[in-house]
């Protein structure tokens, strides 16, 4: 159950687009199309952003969009928004009920 | 409204016991399965335990495996987490977390914090 491997940092500057990785193995992300993105504001709970590597929930918007290539997946934030500045984990399932989470990236709009 | 209330933590000595709950409200809670995520300071998310909405399916994850169990009352509509033999790293914020039937988390509670010291 290690730990899947995120950028500790991104940036980028209001309305443009960021990609945060998130790569594991053949035993999690390569293995399952059950990779989810999480947004974390500092003080807050997790809020899901992305499921099935690419699938919003209600109330996402479609600026963040999620893909999978091999054993890494994607997160892409489009038209950066100062409120899109936060903490963003990715989560993969790994089997047998069992789940592994990234290290988390930090989001910081300039 | 669709919530989940966490409560029960504390600060607790090296080797000792606490017992979290979980508070469901606003959903079927005996449809879904539910997990305990939790988070140390400064850290990152780190997943600790599911149970299926039947209590049939149980899995933990080897940092917490023989220590701590996972339980859930359908009457009640409370998921809980018993700790035992507690130790300085078990200290994090726990939160529940409801599984959208997509192996992903899709609703959080607020959290309840642990501190493991002595």
């Known amino acids: 159950q290690s730990a899947l491997t995120q950028p500790r940092s991104v940036s980028g500057s209001p309305g443009q687009s960021v990609t945060i990785s998130c790569t594991g193995t053949?035993?999690?992300?390569?293995?399952?199309?059950?990779v989810s993105w999480y947004q974390q504001h500092p003080g807050k709970a997790p809020k899901l952003m992305i499921y099935?590597?690419?699938e919003r929930p209600s109330g996402v918007p479609d600026r963040f969009s999620g893909s999978k290539s091999g054993n890494t997946a994607s997160l892409t934030i489009s038209g950066l928004q100062a409120e899109d500045e936060a903490d963003y984990y990715c989560?993969?399932?790994?089997?047998?009920?069992?789940?592994?989470f990234g290290g988390g990236t930090k989001l910081t709009v300039l | 409204e669709v919530q989940l209330v966490e409560s029960g933590g504390g600060l607790v000595q090296p080797g000792g016991s606490l017992r979290l709950s979980c508070a469901a409200s606003?959903?079927?809670?005996?449809?879904?399965?539910i997990n305990w995520v939790r988070q140390a300071p400064g850290k990152g998310l780190e997943w600790v335990s599911y149970?299926?909405?039947?209590?049939?399916?149980?899995y933990y994850a080897d940092s917490v495996k023989g220590r701590f169990t996972i339980s859930r009352d359908s009457a009640k509509n409370s998921l809980y987490l018993q700790m035992n033999s507690l130790r300085d790293e078990d200290t994090a914020m726990y939160y529940c977390?409801?599984?959208?039937?997509?192996?992903?988390?899709?609703?959080w509670g607020q959290g309840t914090v642990v501190t493991v010291s002595s």
């Open positions: 606003g959903f079927s809670f005996s449809g879904y399965n």
């Open positions: 149970i299926s909405s039947s209590s049939r399916t149980i």
């Open positions: 977390a409801r599984d959208l039937p997509h192996w992903a988390f899709d609703i």
């Open positions: 099935n590597v690419s």
């Open positions: 989560c993969s399932y790994a089997g047998r009920y069992t789940f592994v």
């Open positions: 053949t035993s999690d992300v390569g293995g399952y199309n059950y």
